[in-house]
């Protein structure tokens, strides 16, 4: 049974700093690419990041990039997303998300190619 687990959500201020974790088991952690996406209130779900297989590629939304990182730890099946200089429109409900193969691609940001889904972890950033 495959379980995937984010944590790290909670309420910061603006300018502030979170790092979220997501733990996924059951499966083969270290073949897939894996992702980050985040839903606002009355918006749709969009992608934040992608990080393929062995880290060599990673992609990220123009929202955010130089302000979050993604990284995996594949020896414990790990997920991170390091977000500096949060702003108040990130908030959002944040899910982790593990693709069916090893690579992001250009499309990456399209959520039927995720085969795993998190519950998800909130974040609330405040101005």
């Known amino acids: 049974q495959v379980q995937v687990v984010e944590s790290g959500g909670g309420l910061v201020q603006a300018g502030g700093s979170l790092r979220l974790s997501c733990t996924a088991s059951?499966?083969?952690?270290?073949?897939?690419?894996v992702g980050w996406f985040r839903q606002a209130p009355g918006k749709e779900r969009e992608g934040v990041s992608c990080?393929?297989?062995?880290?060599?590629?990673?992609y990220y939304a123009d929202a955010v990039k130089g302000r979050f990182t993604i990284s995996r730890d594949d020896s414990k099946n790990t997920l991170y997303l390091q977000m500096n200089m949060l702003r108040p429109e990130d908030t959002a409900m944040y899910y982790c998300?593990?693709?069916?193969?090893?690579?992001?691609?250009?499309?990456?940001?399209?959520?039927?190619?995720?085969?795993?889904w998190g519950q998800g972890t909130q974040v609330t950033v405040s101005s």
């Open positions: 990080i393929s297989r062995y880290s060599r590629y990673t």
């Open positions: 998300a593990v693709k069916r193969v090893s690579y992001c691609s250009v499309s990456w940001s399209r959520t039927t190619d995720f085969g795993y």
């Open positions: 059951g499966l083969t952690f270290e073949d897939k690419a």
